[in-house]
Protein backbone atom coordinates (compact mmCIF):
# COMPACT_ATOMS: atom_id res chain seq x y z
CA UNK A 1 0.00 0.00 0.00
CA UNK A 2 0.72 3.70 -0.66
CA UNK A 3 2.57 5.78 2.06
CA UNK A 4 -0.10 8.20 3.82
CA UNK A 5 0.93 11.36 5.21
CA UNK A 6 0.66 11.70 8.72
CA UNK A 7 2.13 15.17 10.16
CA UNK A 8 5.47 17.27 9.39
CA UNK A 9 7.71 14.39 7.24
CA UNK A 10 6.42 11.45 8.65
CA UNK A 11 4.21 8.83 6.90
CA UNK A 12 2.26 5.68 7.26
CA UNK A 13 3.70 2.84 5.76
CA UNK A 14 3.97 -0.77 5.40
CA UNK A 15 6.32 -1.35 8.34
CA UNK A 16 3.88 0.54 10.79
CA UNK A 17 0.46 -1.34 9.25
CA UNK A 18 2.44 -4.85 10.01
CA UNK A 19 3.93 -3.19 13.09
CA UNK A 20 0.24 -2.92 14.24
CA UNK A 21 -1.31 -6.06 13.26
CA UNK A 22 1.87 -8.14 15.10
CA UNK A 23 1.98 -5.94 18.76
CA UNK A 24 -1.07 -4.09 18.95
CA UNK A 25 -4.25 -4.68 17.03
CA UNK A 26 -5.55 -7.73 19.27
CA UNK A 27 -4.13 -5.58 22.53
CA UNK A 28 -4.96 -2.50 22.42
CA UNK A 29 -8.69 -2.07 23.76
CA UNK A 30 -11.10 -0.33 21.22
CA UNK A 31 -11.42 2.74 23.33
CA UNK A 32 -8.40 5.32 24.37
CA UNK A 33 -8.27 8.26 25.99
CA UNK A 34 -5.12 10.41 24.95
CA UNK A 35 -4.29 12.42 27.79
CA UNK A 36 -1.82 14.36 26.44
CA UNK A 37 -1.69 15.57 22.98
CA UNK A 38 -0.96 18.96 21.53
CA UNK A 39 -3.30 20.89 18.68
CA UNK A 40 -2.15 24.26 17.35
CA UNK A 41 -3.15 26.32 14.87
CA UNK A 42 0.11 27.08 12.48
CA UNK A 43 -1.50 30.46 11.66
CA UNK A 44 -1.08 31.57 15.21
CA UNK A 45 3.11 31.47 15.09
CA UNK A 46 4.03 34.63 15.81
CA UNK A 47 7.53 34.15 15.58
CA UNK A 48 9.25 31.22 12.79
CA UNK A 49 11.02 28.84 13.38
CA UNK A 50 14.93 29.36 12.39
CA UNK A 51 17.64 27.36 11.48
CA UNK A 52 19.51 28.62 14.66
CA UNK A 53 16.72 27.35 17.11
CA UNK A 54 16.56 23.74 15.00
CA UNK A 55 19.99 23.44 15.99
CA UNK A 56 19.23 24.19 19.40
CA UNK A 57 17.44 21.34 20.63
CA UNK A 58 15.61 18.26 18.57
CA UNK A 59 12.20 19.05 19.63
CA UNK A 60 12.44 22.39 17.82
CA UNK A 61 12.93 20.16 14.74
CA UNK A 62 9.90 17.70 14.89
CA UNK A 63 7.50 19.66 16.92
CA UNK A 64 5.77 21.56 13.79
CA UNK A 65 1.90 22.54 14.98
CA UNK A 66 -0.35 20.29 14.23
CA UNK A 67 -4.30 21.55 13.30
CA UNK A 68 -7.27 19.94 14.88
CA UNK A 69 -8.25 18.54 11.27
CA UNK A 70 -4.54 17.26 10.78
CA UNK A 71 -4.64 15.81 14.28
CA UNK A 72 -7.65 13.92 14.26
CA UNK A 73 -7.28 12.18 10.69
CA UNK A 74 -3.85 11.24 12.16
CA UNK A 75 -5.29 9.78 14.82
CA UNK A 76 -7.95 7.92 12.66
CA UNK A 77 -4.60 6.34 10.53
CA UNK A 78 -2.25 5.44 13.54
CA UNK A 79 -5.41 4.01 16.06
CA UNK A 80 -7.22 1.87 13.31
CA UNK A 81 -10.67 0.34 14.43
CA UNK A 82 -10.44 2.14 17.97
CA UNK A 83 -12.48 4.93 19.76
CA UNK A 84 -10.33 8.00 20.50
CA UNK A 85 -10.74 10.84 22.62
CA UNK A 86 -7.92 13.40 23.58
CA UNK A 87 -7.64 15.52 26.50
CA UNK A 88 -5.69 18.47 24.11
CA UNK A 89 -2.93 21.63 25.00
CA UNK A 90 -1.33 24.10 22.93
CA UNK A 91 2.02 24.45 22.13
CA UNK A 92 3.49 25.99 24.99
CA UNK A 93 5.88 28.32 23.66
CA UNK A 94 5.79 32.63 23.48
CA UNK A 95 6.64 31.57 19.62
CA UNK A 96 2.75 31.28 19.17
CA UNK A 97 -0.24 33.32 20.28
CA UNK A 98 -1.31 32.00 23.86
CA UNK A 99 -4.88 33.26 23.89
CA UNK A 100 -5.76 32.60 20.18
CA UNK A 101 -4.57 29.62 20.68
CA UNK A 102 -7.08 28.67 23.66
CA UNK A 103 -9.70 29.80 21.84
CA UNK A 104 -8.83 28.11 18.72
CA UNK A 105 -8.11 24.24 20.82
CA UNK A 106 -11.11 24.58 22.83
CA UNK A 107 -13.68 25.29 19.58
CA UNK A 108 -11.87 22.31 18.22
CA UNK A 109 -12.27 20.00 20.69
CA UNK A 110 -15.34 20.79 21.70
CA UNK A 111 -16.71 19.82 18.17
CA UNK A 112 -14.68 16.61 18.26
CA UNK A 113 -15.87 15.29 21.52
CA UNK A 114 -12.22 16.00 23.33
CA UNK A 115 -11.28 18.40 26.60
CA UNK A 116 -9.15 20.90 26.13
CA UNK A 117 -6.42 22.47 28.31
CA UNK A 118 -5.46 26.07 28.46
CA UNK A 119 -2.14 27.32 28.96
CA UNK A 120 -1.45 29.85 31.74
CA UNK A 121 1.73 32.17 32.25
CA UNK A 122 2.58 32.90 35.03
CA UNK A 123 1.53 36.74 35.07
CA UNK A 124 -2.20 36.46 34.47
CA UNK A 125 -4.33 37.02 37.85
CA UNK A 126 -6.79 34.77 39.18
CA UNK A 127 -9.93 36.24 37.24
CA UNK A 128 -8.60 35.32 34.25
CA UNK A 129 -7.49 32.24 34.87
CA UNK A 130 -10.45 31.23 36.04
CA UNK A 131 -12.49 32.95 32.80
CA UNK A 132 -10.15 30.33 31.00
CA UNK A 133 -11.74 27.13 32.99
CA UNK A 134 -15.10 28.56 32.80
CA UNK A 135 -15.22 28.60 29.25
CA UNK A 136 -17.28 25.27 28.11
CA UNK A 137 -14.67 22.60 26.95
CA UNK A 138 -11.75 23.65 29.17
CA UNK A 139 -11.00 20.98 32.38
CA UNK A 140 -7.61 22.49 33.39
CA UNK A 141 -4.68 24.29 32.55
CA UNK A 142 -1.42 23.06 31.10
CA UNK A 143 1.83 26.06 32.92
CA UNK A 144 4.88 25.33 31.34
CA UNK A 145 8.62 26.76 32.57
CA UNK A 146 8.95 28.19 29.12
CA UNK A 147 6.15 30.28 29.10
CA UNK A 148 7.98 33.22 32.17
CA UNK A 149 9.29 34.88 29.81
CA UNK A 150 10.76 34.70 25.81
CA UNK A 151 14.53 34.08 24.93
CA UNK A 152 15.06 33.69 21.39
CA UNK A 153 18.54 32.56 22.41
CA UNK A 154 17.46 29.55 23.75
CA UNK A 155 14.66 27.23 24.32
CA UNK A 156 15.33 26.60 28.13
CA UNK A 157 16.09 29.74 29.65
CA UNK A 158 13.77 28.79 32.73
CA UNK A 159 14.66 24.93 32.55
CA UNK A 160 15.83 25.88 36.16
CA UNK A 161 13.16 27.96 37.55
CA UNK A 162 10.93 26.69 40.39
CA UNK A 163 7.29 25.24 39.56
CA UNK A 164 5.86 27.84 41.85
CA UNK A 165 7.54 30.25 39.67
CA UNK A 166 5.93 29.68 36.33
CA UNK A 167 3.03 27.87 38.65
CA UNK A 168 2.09 30.63 41.57
CA UNK A 169 0.00 30.01 44.24
CA UNK A 170 -2.55 32.29 43.05
CA UNK A 171 -3.14 30.31 39.97
CA UNK A 172 -3.59 26.87 42.39
CA UNK A 173 -5.86 28.43 44.50
CA UNK A 174 -7.69 29.30 41.67
CA UNK A 175 -7.49 25.65 40.29
CA UNK A 176 -8.13 24.21 43.60
CA UNK A 177 -11.14 26.01 43.91
CA UNK A 178 -13.00 24.62 41.05
CA UNK A 179 -11.24 21.06 41.13
CA UNK A 180 -9.89 21.74 37.91
CA UNK A 181 -6.80 19.48 35.57
CA UNK A 182 -3.62 20.45 35.97
CA UNK A 183 -0.91 18.94 33.75
CA UNK A 184 2.06 19.33 35.39
CA UNK A 185 5.93 19.24 33.28
CA UNK A 186 8.30 19.42 35.91
CA UNK A 187 11.37 21.79 34.93
CA UNK A 188 15.10 21.55 35.95
CA UNK A 189 17.84 20.00 34.11
CA UNK A 190 17.63 16.72 36.77
CA UNK A 191 14.33 16.14 36.38
CA UNK A 192 11.78 14.78 38.81
CA UNK A 193 14.05 13.16 41.18
CA UNK A 194 15.49 17.03 41.75
CA UNK A 195 14.53 17.70 45.56
CA UNK A 196 12.82 20.80 44.92
CA UNK A 197 10.69 19.40 42.45
CA UNK A 198 9.75 16.21 44.59
CA UNK A 199 9.08 19.00 47.60
CA UNK A 200 7.30 21.26 45.87
CA UNK A 201 4.81 18.52 43.73
CA UNK A 202 4.15 17.05 47.52
CA UNK A 203 3.56 20.58 48.85
CA UNK A 204 0.82 21.31 45.57
CA UNK A 205 -0.87 18.21 46.89
CA UNK A 206 -0.73 19.42 50.76
CA UNK A 207 -1.90 22.99 49.89
CA UNK A 208 -4.49 22.28 46.98
CA UNK A 209 -5.73 18.39 47.39
CA UNK A 210 -9.19 19.77 44.64
CA UNK A 211 -6.71 19.66 42.30
CA UNK A 212 -6.83 16.97 39.49
CA UNK A 213 -2.50 16.75 39.38
CA UNK A 214 -1.13 14.95 36.63
CA UNK A 215 2.40 14.20 36.26
CA UNK A 216 3.00 14.89 32.71
CA UNK A 217 5.94 12.21 30.82
CA UNK A 218 6.23 9.95 34.39
CA UNK A 219 7.72 13.03 35.51
CA UNK A 220 10.31 13.56 32.41
CA UNK A 221 11.51 10.16 33.46
CA UNK A 222 13.00 8.96 30.43
CA UNK A 223 15.55 6.88 32.15
CA UNK A 224 15.46 4.01 34.50
CA UNK A 225 18.22 5.84 36.85
CA UNK A 226 15.47 8.92 36.57
CA UNK A 227 12.62 6.53 37.02
CA UNK A 228 14.29 4.77 40.12
CA UNK A 229 15.19 7.97 42.11
CA UNK A 230 11.93 10.04 41.31
CA UNK A 231 8.75 7.87 41.53
CA UNK A 232 9.09 6.42 44.52
CA UNK A 233 9.03 9.17 46.95
CA UNK A 234 6.23 10.48 44.90
CA UNK A 235 4.78 6.77 44.94
CA UNK A 236 2.28 6.70 48.52
CA UNK A 237 0.09 9.42 47.62
CA UNK A 238 -3.07 7.61 46.01
CA UNK A 239 -4.70 11.03 44.39
CA UNK A 240 -1.39 11.85 42.38
CA UNK A 241 -1.31 11.01 38.78
CA UNK A 242 1.30 10.17 36.36
CA UNK A 243 0.93 10.27 31.99
CA UNK A 244 3.38 8.20 30.25
CA UNK A 245 3.76 10.27 27.28
CA UNK A 246 6.82 9.80 25.59
CA UNK A 247 8.33 7.55 27.37
CA UNK A 248 9.53 4.57 25.17
CA UNK A 249 11.99 2.67 27.78
CA UNK A 250 10.28 -0.49 28.87
CA UNK A 251 12.55 -0.47 32.04
CA UNK A 252 10.98 3.37 33.13
CA UNK A 253 7.24 1.88 32.67
CA UNK A 254 7.82 -1.31 34.51
CA UNK A 255 9.22 1.14 37.59
CA UNK A 256 6.04 3.29 36.99
CA UNK A 257 3.73 0.33 36.91
CA UNK A 258 5.02 -1.44 40.11
CA UNK A 259 5.75 2.21 42.02
CA UNK A 260 2.79 3.64 41.10
CA UNK A 261 -0.15 1.27 39.91
CA UNK A 262 -1.96 1.29 36.87
CA UNK A 263 -4.79 2.76 38.19
CA UNK A 264 -2.77 5.68 38.82
CA UNK A 265 -1.22 5.93 35.02
CA UNK A 266 -2.68 7.45 32.32
CA UNK A 267 -1.77 6.95 28.65
CA UNK A 268 -0.22 10.03 26.19
CA UNK A 269 0.92 10.19 23.08
CA UNK A 270 2.73 13.62 23.39
CA UNK A 271 1.78 13.76 19.68
CA UNK A 272 2.87 15.10 16.94
CA UNK A 273 6.20 14.61 18.00
CA UNK A 274 5.34 11.02 18.50
CA UNK A 275 4.92 10.53 14.99
CA UNK A 276 8.36 10.52 14.45
CA UNK A 277 9.89 7.18 12.89
CA UNK A 278 12.70 5.77 14.63
CA UNK A 279 14.05 4.30 17.91
CA UNK A 280 15.88 5.57 21.47
CA UNK A 281 18.62 4.37 22.81
CA UNK A 282 19.59 4.87 26.76
CA UNK A 283 23.05 5.70 28.24
CA UNK A 284 23.14 6.36 31.91
CA UNK A 285 20.65 9.29 32.32
CA UNK A 286 20.97 10.88 28.94
CA UNK A 287 19.39 8.96 25.68
CA UNK A 288 20.27 9.17 21.78
CA UNK A 289 16.71 9.41 19.44
CA UNK A 290 17.48 7.47 16.20
CA UNK A 291 15.67 8.13 13.24
CA UNK A 292 15.85 7.95 9.21
CA UNK A 293 15.21 11.80 8.59
CA UNK A 294 18.33 14.00 8.31
CA UNK A 295 17.61 16.60 10.95
CA UNK A 296 20.61 17.95 12.72
CA UNK A 297 20.37 16.44 16.33
CA UNK A 298 20.43 12.52 13.83
CA UNK A 299 24.74 12.65 12.90
CA UNK A 300 24.99 9.24 14.17
CA UNK A 301 22.81 7.02 11.88
CA UNK A 302 22.15 3.44 11.57
CA UNK A 303 22.56 1.45 8.53
CA UNK A 304 20.08 1.79 5.80
CA UNK A 305 18.27 -1.37 6.62
CA UNK A 306 17.97 -0.72 10.07
CA UNK A 307 16.62 2.25 9.26
CA UNK A 308 14.14 0.44 6.81
CA UNK A 309 12.54 -1.25 10.00
CA UNK A 310 11.82 2.00 11.92
CA UNK A 311 8.28 2.50 13.12
CA UNK A 312 6.67 5.24 14.92
CA UNK A 313 7.98 6.55 18.03
CA UNK A 314 4.48 6.26 19.50
CA UNK A 315 4.38 2.62 18.01
CA UNK A 316 7.91 1.87 20.02
CA UNK A 317 6.35 3.27 23.10
CA UNK A 318 3.46 1.09 23.20
CA UNK A 319 5.40 -1.46 22.35
CA UNK A 320 7.13 -0.84 25.01
CA UNK A 321 4.00 -0.41 28.10
CA UNK A 322 2.40 -3.85 26.11
CA UNK A 323 6.06 -5.73 27.10
CA UNK A 324 5.84 -4.68 30.65
CA UNK A 325 2.31 -5.60 31.14
CA UNK A 326 2.96 -8.69 30.09
CA UNK A 327 5.53 -9.08 31.96
CA UNK A 328 3.41 -8.14 35.02
CA UNK A 329 0.53 -10.01 34.25
CA UNK A 330 -1.18 -6.88 34.01
CA UNK A 331 -4.85 -8.02 32.33
CA UNK A 332 -8.08 -6.44 30.94
CA UNK A 333 -9.00 -4.10 33.43
CA UNK A 334 -5.48 -2.81 34.28
CA UNK A 335 -5.34 -2.04 30.49
CA UNK A 336 -8.77 -0.27 30.24
CA UNK A 337 -7.09 1.62 33.77
CA UNK A 338 -4.56 3.16 31.84
CA UNK A 339 -5.88 3.63 28.16
CA UNK A 340 -9.38 5.11 29.22
CA UNK A 341 -10.81 4.50 32.77
CA UNK A 342 -8.43 6.50 34.58
CA UNK A 343 -9.12 9.65 32.73
CA UNK A 344 -12.21 9.26 31.87
CA UNK A 345 -12.67 8.88 35.89
CA UNK A 346 -10.63 12.39 36.18
CA UNK A 347 -12.50 14.05 33.84
CA UNK A 348 -16.28 13.40 35.51
CA UNK A 349 -14.90 14.49 38.79
CA UNK A 350 -13.48 17.99 36.77
CA UNK A 351 -17.15 18.24 35.10
CA UNK A 352 -19.07 17.59 38.20
CA UNK A 353 -17.20 20.73 40.12
CA UNK A 354 -17.69 22.47 36.92
CA UNK A 355 -21.40 21.92 37.07
CA UNK A 356 -21.38 20.34 32.97
CA UNK A 357 -23.39 17.75 32.34
CA UNK A 358 -21.59 16.44 29.02
CA UNK A 359 -19.96 13.73 31.16
CA UNK A 360 -17.79 11.03 29.20
Same mark, same amino acid.
Given at each position: ??????????????????????????????????????????????????????????????????????????????????????????????????????????????????????????????????????????????????????????????????????????????????????????????????????? +????? &?? *? /?????? !????? %? @??????????????????????????????????????? +????? &?? *? /?????? !????? %? @??????????????????????????????????????????????????????????????????????????????????
Amino acid at each position: MEPIPLHHVWDYRDVDRAFWREHLADWLPEQIVDAHTHVTNPAHRLERMTEEMRRQYWVNEVSEPIDGATAERCIRTVFPARQVTCVAMGSPSLAFDIEAGNEYLRTESRQRGWHALALVRPQWGPDRVAAELAKPGVIGVKPYYSLIGRDAATRDRHLEAGIFEFLPHHILEVLDERGAWLTLHVPRADRLPHPDNIR +QVKEI &RR *L /YPRIVL !VIAHL %G @RCYTEQHARAGLPPLADDPGLYFDNSAVLNPAVHRIALE +QIGPE &RI *L /YGTDNP !VFYMR %G @RRQWHGTTYVNRTSHDFHFNKEREAPEVEATYTLYMYEALRAIKCVCDELGLGERELRAIFRDNAQRLIRSVLRAKGDTNTP
